[in-house]
């Protein structure tokens, strides 16, 4: 049990251990009461601090304020981190994962899946997805504490128009399971035609920051792993991701011909001027101003979509059906 006392009784079961421990002060007390320093000195030092009820001898007349069972702590923990996972996940997904797992599955620990991790960066599939997160992606690392302990939840997702994006969120989500093998949940924004998924994975944030230097929280200087913007063969990948997620393609047909233009457009003007780079090795003319690049032309709309490609049905439909209709 824990208790709180009022001023006058701490001071008074101060000066009560110390005499019966023969203490001159709160070190030599803490020495012979086997507890760490500073947590005596939060007991009789702060006001609003709690107690433990088995140092009080049995004589001593104190005026108790409150008590508490010895784990308020964690369940004052437990109820903050459910209401940052109500607000992050939404509470469908919440009581979803009560039903599957309980406690659990609520705290997103690290499962079993995780410790075998292992990234392959010559994998096709993970450079697009590297290049999706460059892109409209996010690493994030929120604290809480829990009974006296600090944690970190570590959340890495990957936002979009929950129409126009759908199919290629989920293809993304596929991906991610089959890289990772963790199932990245879905949540709509209320409010907003916005849409995300995303997972807990701190292997996986860790690799992405230290090995890719992709930032945790905001993307600030953002670039791409320089000896991987140096080989065309992995930025045919990481340049479709990025497509695919921050890029716009639009074809139109004019009296006598058809004109088509992509551009990627991102606050990241470093990132940009290595997509430029690669662009140029392959034999494209793009534009670059500061956070926006342009290709115009329809060769060059046949030429990207023949040798990067899409992955995202909003990109391929108006594509397939603007040269169809030409």
Known sequence: MRILLDKSSKIKLLNCLKKKYCAKDLKELSIKINKPYYTIKKWFYNKNRYLDENIITKRTRLNIIDKKEDNWGQIKGGKIT?????KRYGLDEIRYRQ????KKSLLLREDESSKNFKVNINNPLFLEFYGALL??????????NYGGEKRNLWWVGISGHRILDKDYLLFMRQTARKL????MIIKYKKNSKAMEILMCH?????FLNKN???????KIDLKIKEDVAKDNQKMKYVVRGIFDTDGYLGIRLGKHKLYGRINITMKAPRLLQQVERYLKNRGFEPKLNQ??????????TRKWMKEIGSSNKKHLKEYKTSIMSS
Do not use: A, E, H
């Open 291 to 300: 956070y926006r690049l342009n290709l115009y032309g329809i060769k060059q």
């Open 212 to 218: 890719m230097n992709f930032p945790i929280g905001k």
């Open 135 to 144: 892109g409209d992606g996010w690493l994030s690392v929120l604290s809480y």
């Open 202 to 206: 701190k292997r996986l944030i860790m």
């Open 180 to 183: 990772f093998g963790k199932t």
């Open 82 to 86: 459910y209401k940052v996972l109500v």
């Open 99 to 102: 039903s599957k797992g309980g």
